[in-house]
């Protein structure tokens, strides 16, 4: 979603050769900086800045099939270690590279993680201009019921373990949601509690799509063709209604050792189904399923 002063995103991490998606996040960036982008505004400032800790220099930089003219900043943590650096593309702000060194407690051992731009690529969401639902207000609570389980080839599924997704929308805007998520196990919260946003430029994966759109969608319409780099693809697997009667849209992403799935309602546009099945472990061909559904 993007709005005058602020701009929400949603990411995804895949993971290994076989690229499987393993964790969602999203983040909304006020005015000057987000996670992939800095307002092309400050590098006007930019030389301003003190020197130390962050550190700054131009640099020409290879990426997305050209060159760019770029800005190289770097940041030391004195406090804990750290150091981040960044080079961004000054014309459009976009986040062209990152890395990141964390050490460990006892300065032992250190964790890198690095990220490079590969490619970009235009969705073309039915829905991208849409703004929030009508029935979506701040305070709004939704409870959803579901389970995990493993199995393997030859064992078939091991005892699923039940779980319990509590949210709350702690902020609604004009056409974007933020949501607090917090998953719990036997009535203990099993981790610290998420923040979640949905705007009307995903095409599955958040907690609404705007219902006027849902109506518009028919069995075997492709949102996406195919993504050359996850090789994966969106459709519309089935419209229809559920064995009481409600009206609802489900939404497949396939990829070669995963797939996900959405179900949405169409009276409201609300999220009441989703499930994450996907390969954990290639050696073994162990596999994970999730499950959940609005109670």
């Known amino acids: 979603a993007l709005t005058t002063r ?34 092309p505004s400050v590098f006007k400032e930019i030389l301003k800045i003190p020197r130390y800790p962050l550190t700054t220099v131009q640099v020409s930089y290879e990426a997305n099939g050209r060159v760019y003219e ?12 750290r150091r981040y650096i960044w080079v961004v593309d000054p014309e459009s702000g976009l986040m062209l590279y990152h890395a990141q060194w964390s050490p460990t407690s006892d300065r032992n051992l250190c964790h890198v993680s690095v990220m490079e731009l590969v490619t970009t690529r235009q969705l073309l969401v039915p829905w991208a201009g849409s703004s929030v639902p009508s029935s979506f207000k701040a305070g709004m609570q939704m409870t959803y019921q579901g389970h995990i389980k493993t199995w393997l080839p030859a064992t078939g599924p091991n005892i699923p373990v039940p779980a319990v997704l509590e949210v709350v929308f ?9 949501a607090r998520v917090q998953r719990v196990f036997s009535g203990q919260p099993a981790d610290a509690a998420l923040t979640v946003h949905t705007g009307p430029g995903l095409l599955a994966g958040g907690f609404w799509i705007p219902p006027a759109w849902l109506a518009r969608l028919r ?22 209604t559920t064995t009481t009667g409600v009206p609802i849209v489900a939404i497949f992403e396939w990829g070669k050792r995963y797939k996900r799935v959405w179900v949405y309602r169409m009276t409201d546009g609300l999220l009441v189904y989703w499930l994450d099945e996907k390969l954990i472990d290639p050696a073994s061909g162990m596999i994970q399923q999730a499950e959940w559904q609005l109670r």
Not at 219 to 240: A, C, F, M, W
């Open 6 to 39: 602020s701009s929400v995103t949603h990411s995804t991490v895949f993971v290994g050769d076989l690229l499987i998606p393993w964790d969602d996040t999203s983040s909304m960036g006020h005015a000057g900086v987000g996670d992939f982008w800095v307002n």
């Open 170 to 178: 702690t902020n609604v805007g004009h056409n974007w949601t933020e």
């Open 70 to 81: 770029a800005y190289r900043f770097d940041y030391d943590s004195a406090e804990d270690g």
């Open 219 to 240: 069995n075997g319409d492709r949102l996406d063709e195919y993504d050359p780099i996850t090789k994966s693809q969106v459709e519309v697997s089935y419209v229809g």
